[in-house]
T-cell receptor, first 114, second 115 residues
Framework: GENVEQHPSTLSVQEGDSAVIKCTYS??????FPWYKQELGKGPQLIID?????GEKKDQRIAVTLNKTAKHFSLHITETQPEDSAVYFC?????????????FGKGTHLIIQP | DTEVTQTPKHLVMGMTNKKSLKCEQH?????MYWYKQKAKKPPELMFV???????INESVPSRFSPECPNSSLLNLHLHALQPEDSALYLC??????????????FGPGTRLTVL
């Protein structure tokens, strides 16, 4: 089955700086890669996703890049703010996020230092 | 309305109890999921329902029994649980397994403690 590796496990950045979280996946058939933000005591919130036919997607301060050849994808957050502090999970799916559910990475605890 | 609701928020039960977790969505989604999340770990898929029928059971022990009474509701019946089953149980929904891509929307979860 699919295996997703995520790094780093903890990331501390100064407010206003950029943060980058990286993930690799094992199954070349994976075609859908969402990113979730989970705050303490809450469920995961979808923040951005990318499909296998796209190399990059941007939504305001958040961007995701996908390298299918290398089987890795990354989350980029620019101009970080205190409210960006949370645990971020990457995920992959071979069925577009549907029939086989999502396989998650282990998560990155992002800490924004004021 | 892009909300998935779950009740109760917290549940404490003994190993001999029977309890149920409930999940509801009003987005017209036809696929619903149960995930289990242990502390400081990622969510792990348990069950997938499509059009009220069980599509995937990820080798979950029979002490967990899912039920989908209609397209908006998903239940998880619990019986004879073990302390290691203590976790955050997350429900999610997505449009339809027949479409190419499914954005999954998660509820806030039920924090379960088994004594």
């Amino acid at each position: 089955g699919e295996n997703v590796e995520q790094h780093p496990s903890t990331l501390s950045v100064q407010e206003g700086d950029s943060a980058v979280i990286k993930c690799t996946y094992s199954d070349s058939a994976s075609n859908y890669f969402p990113w979730y933000k989970q705050e303490l005591g809450k469920g995961p919130q979808l923040i951005i996703d990318i499909r296998s036919n796209v190399g990059e997607k941007k939504d305001q301060r958040i961007a995701v890049t996908l390298n299918k050849t290398a089987k890795h994808f990354s989350l980029h957050i620019t101009e970080t703010q205190p409210e960006d502090s949370a645990v971020y999970f990457c995920a992959a799916s071979i069925s577009g996020g549907g029939a086989d559910g999502l396989t998650f990475g282990k998560g990155t605890h992002l800490i924004i230092q004021p | 309305d892009t909300e998935v609701t779950q009740t109760p928020k917290h549940l404490v039960m003994g190993m001999t109890n029977k309890k149920s977790l409930k999940c509801e969505q009003h987005m017209g989604h036809r696929a619903m999921y149960w995930y289990k999340q242990k502390a400081k770990k990622p969510p792990e898929l348990m069950f997938v329902y499509s059009y009220e029928k069980l599509s995937i059971n990820e080798s979950v022990p029979s002490r967990f029994s899912p039920e989908c009474p209609n397209s908006s509701l998903l239940n998880l019946h619990l019986h004879a649980l073990q302390p290691e089953d203590s976790a955050l149980y997350l429900c999610a929904s997505s449009q339809d397994l027949e479409v190419s891509y499914n954005e999954q929307f998660f509820g806030p979860g039920t924090r379960l403690t088994v004594l």
